[in-house]
């Protein structure tokens, strides 16, 4: 897969590159010019990554439109670096049987970090995109940025030691942050749920600490791309990715490409307005789908129907998030009051779904994120039908709503597809 990308990568030489969009996600065509083995490399690479059942020499040549010999000589360095193996061969019934050429999803590994208010999670994925380890930690003290960081470097390398992979076999760590990000500066810049997080240079500081190359990304954005790499719209060229955690956003594939704005911090959807009799929002208006759909007023809700106890803790978003488990349960167990909040919450969720849906004329929205996992099985059922009837384009096509294929990882999962697309994209 080649996604578009505004990404802010540092490597082991300490050399920054800020990337420009490279465009469709489609397969590239290569070039038979010279100097041009490393865009060439990974145009094969992902047709070879992309057939899943392999292909022959012929046929990535007919696929990728360059010479055979090129490919030829392409597949032997791809050989050499142990990314693909000969695994087998086709007779297409005259001539030679093809030798089968496959990706070896175990040569290479990314890792990948979501540094979500409430918890960072971290995971290690294989060549393919298959998740190998996992795991996530609640932070305590999440306004301590340095406290933060040093226990990212050595979660990291609990990770990569309990996988027994060795260090050379990652290729790099992609970092999925709530925006704003500084991308050519590869900084997190004052994100409102992390008050103590003033311009951190996460890049060069990850860089430092791990030696690996580093690309950060906005959360939604990562998102998005782990849809499509390995969840659940694999092959959708329009969709869109609705986040629900500490803060909501939106991730958005058009046309086949990742959209990410002009400073990669696309998808501020927080200031749509989902309910007029919704809950006073920071920007003044009201009910704003970030304030109406956020887990903060959720919990309030629930604690004014009753459904919870009210806590000291109850204005701290990083708790509320939390909570939102303990009012799921309590719906499963079939309390109609908890049944009542999550169905008000929905209502407002399916007026933003239509809006998404309307704005960029897709089929599909895929909703994740911490907020909405333990909601999902009571929001779904809701979702459908609200959103079938509201879709102003109905006529035309359905919108289908769906909850993400990758579980509360999808942030962390989209941060190591960051690093996985850097490999497989072809940039002339
Ligand atoms: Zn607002």
């Keep these: 897969m080649a996604v578009g990308r505004e990404s802010s990568t540092i490597g082991k030489t300490g050399r920054r590159e800020a990337r420009l969009p490279a465009g469709s996600s489609g397969l590239r065509r290569g070039s038979n010019l010279e100097h041009v083995a490393d865009f060439n490399d990974s145009v094969v690479l992902d047709a070879i990554r992309r057939s899943r059942t392999g292909s022959s020499r012929a046929e990535l040549t007919a696929e990728t439109g360059l010479a055979a010999q090129t490919v030829s000589d392409v597949c032997q360095?791809?050989?050499?670096?142990?990314?693909?193996?000969?695994?087998?061969?086709?007779?297409?019934?005259?001539?030679?049987?093809?030798?089968?050429?496959?990706?070896?999803?175990?040569?290479?590994?990314?890792?990948?970090?979501?540094?979500?208010?409430?918890?960072?999670?971290?995971?290690l994925l294989d060549l393919s995109g298959n998740l190998v380890a996992h795991f996530s930690r609640q932070t305590s003290s999440p306004q301590d940025a340095d406290v933060i960081l040093a226990g990212m470097t050595s979660a990291l390398d609990v990770?990569?030691?309990?996988?027994?992979?060795?260090?050379?076999?990652?290729?790099?760590?992609?970092?999925?942050?709530?925006?704003?990000?500084?991308?050519?500066?590869?900084?997190?810049?004052?994100?409102?749920?992390?008050?103590?997080?003033?311009?951190?240079?996460?890049?060069?500081?990850?860089?430092?600490?791990?030696?690996?190359?580093?690309?950060?990304?906005?959360?939604?954005?990562?998102?998005?791309?782990?849809?499509?790499?390995?969840?659940?719209?694999?092959?959708?060229?329009d969709f869109a990715f609705l986040y629900l955690g500490t803060g909501v956003g939106v991730g958005l594939v058009n046309g086949d490409i990742v959209v990410r704005g002009r400073s990669g911090n696309a998808g501020d959807i927080g200031h749509l307005i989902v309910d007029v009799d919704g809950p006073p929002c920071i920007c003044g208006q009201r009910g704003c789908l970030g304030a109406a759909c956020s887990p903060l007023f959720l919990i309030q809700e629930a604690v004014a129907a009753g459904v919870l106890p009210a806590s000291p803790d109850d204005g701290q978003l990083v708790q509320a998030v939390r909570r939102v488990g303990t009012l799921c349960r309590a719906a499963d167990d079939g309390d109609e009051r908890a049944v009542a909040v999550l169905h008000q919450s929905a209502r407002r969720l399916a007026r933003a779904i239509t809006t998404i849906g309307g704005i960029l004329d897709t089929e599909l929205v895929v909703c994740g994120g911490p907020a909405w996992a333990p909601a999902a099985h009571h929001y779904l059922p809701l979702l459908k039908p609200m959103v079938a009837q509201q879709f102003v384009m109905r006529e035309i096509h359905g919108l289908n709503v769906v909850g993400t294929a990758l579980g509360a990882d999808v942030a962390a999962i989209g941060a190591a597809c960051l690093i996985l697309d850097e490999r497989f994209a072809a940039r002339p």
């Design 77 to 123: 360095r791809l050989l050499d670096q142990g990314l693909i193996a000969e695994t087998g061969t086709t007779s297409t019934g005259f001539g030679r049987p093809r030798r089968t050429l496959e990706l070896v999803p175990a040569s290479r590994y990314a890792l990948g970090i979501h540094i979500d208010p409430a918890t960072i999670t971290y995971v």
């Design 159 to 237: 990770l990569l030691a309990g996988s027994g992979i060795e260090q050379d076999r990652i290729l790099g760590l992609g970092i999925a942050a709530p925006g704003p990000i500084d991308i050519a500066g590869g900084v997190m810049v004052d994100p409102p749920h992390l008050p103590g997080w003033h311009r951190v240079e996460l890049v060069d500081r990850l860089h430092q600490a791990t030696g690996l190359p580093v690309v950060l990304g906005k959360d939604v954005t990562a998102a998005v791309v782990a849809e499509r790499w390995a969840g659940a719209a694999i092959g959708s060229s």
